[in-house]
């Protein structure tokens, strides 16, 4: 493999996820592997304009692979919409010898990157880094996995909860365009009701579905609601609703929040980050730029960063018809 790349710059950028520190860790080992150094950048973007750079190597990454967070930390950088942050940032490049860089995140992110890279002829590659698993191009994004395995624990200790005081939990998730945690982590905790962006199922039918089950003789139920359901209202709203036309059901609400973000990354995370990231660095040596390591069918395959930020993920048809079935 030839390469002229010298020096790659590593950063973590937008929302953190599980699976980021795994992912730095592969870039700087692979390119230490390579003997190409390797540049860490702290905050984002805006640590590219500030010029926040740290010399790493292969120990510098010790211990980091188990961990959730990013070690570069993560921002959102207002002074990168604009062209003078970005030749700024270019010039801090350029000045410490950096000819390319890969960056973590999602479609933000890697907007950011395009822009760049159209503006500079700068090479990049985009590693999908976010729990909503919202990125087209890849079936899974870093910090999904460790996500929803941390929402289907959460839903397990609050059914022993809502059994034990025969109530109604409204229980919501992260995924303000995409229902993909709440869907499978619905499935995999046996919520008796799911409601996602993607399907606007309405409020009574929901009251149905709640109607049936309390028939039915279930005296407890889990609702898991995407934060970005479509509705109408909001799960206070909806626990109220339900609450005025189902008097006999105890409800509560649980808001998981940040929690869905931390927390040690799966295994599968931390496999997933360690292939993307040696994808990232070899493709860069490949004298590739503007595309984005992904998965399909188990392999690593590179997608158009535009088509990555453009594309749109389709939600699974097949497990919302399992989901029906299994609320029965």
């Given amino acids: 493999m030839i390469s002229k790349i010298k020096k790659i710059a590593v950063l973590t950028s937008g929302g953190d996820a599980p699976g980021m520190n795994a992912a730095i860790r ?11 150094e ?7 973007y805006q640590g590219m304009i500030d010029a926040d750079f740290k010399e790493m190597n292969a120990r510098s990454v010790n211990n980091i692979i188990n961990k959730g967070g990013t070690i570069l930390k993560t921002a959102r950088s207002e002074e990168f919409r604009t062209v003078e942050g970005r030749k700024k940032a270019y010039d801090n490049l350029i000045k410490n010898g950096i000819d390319s860089f890969v960056v973590i995140g999602g479609d933000g ?25 919202d990125i087209f191009g890849t079936n899974y994004t870093l910090g999904y996995d460790t996500a ?19 109530r109604l939990f409204f229980v919501e998730v992260m995924g303000r365009d995409v229902g993909y945690i709440a869907l499978n982590a619905g499935v995999g905790a046996g919520a008796e009701e799911i409601l996602i962006p993607e399907e606007d199922l309405g409020i009574d039918r929901m009251l149905e579905s709640l109607k049936k089950s309390r028939k ?10 995407a934060e970005g359901d479509k509705t109408g209202r909001n799960v206070f709203e909806l626990a109220d609703y339900v609450e005025q036309n189902l008097p006999n059901y105890e409800v509560r609400v649980s808001v998981l929040g940040h929690m869905q973000r931390g927390g040690s990354p799966s ?5 997933l980050a360690s292939r993307m990231g040696v994808k990232a660095v070899e493709t860069l040596m490949e004298g590739k730029s503007n595309f984005m390591a992904g998965i399909k069918d188990n392999k690593i395959c590179l997608t158009p960063l535009d088509l990555a930020v453009k594309g749109k993920t389709k939600i699974n048809q097949e497990l919302i018809r399992v989901s029906d079935i299994m609320t029965t």
Avoid: M, Q, W
């Fill in 26 to 36: 592969s870039v700087v080992r692979t390119c230490a592997f390579y003997n190409i």
């Fill in 38 to 44: 390797c540049i860490g950048v702290y905050r984002g």
């Fill in 109 to 133: 992110s890697f907007t950011g990157a395009l822009v760049f890279n159209k503006e500079f002829n700068f090479p990049v590659i985009g590693i999908p880094g976010t729990i909503d698993n």
């Fill in 148 to 166: 929803l395995n941390t929402v289907v624990d959460v839903i397990d200790k609050i059914r022993d909860t809502a059994s034990s005081h025969n």
């Fill in 216 to 225: 039915s003789g279930k005296t407890s139920s889990i609702v898991v609601v």
């Fill in 267 to 271: 295994c599968f995370d931390r496999v």
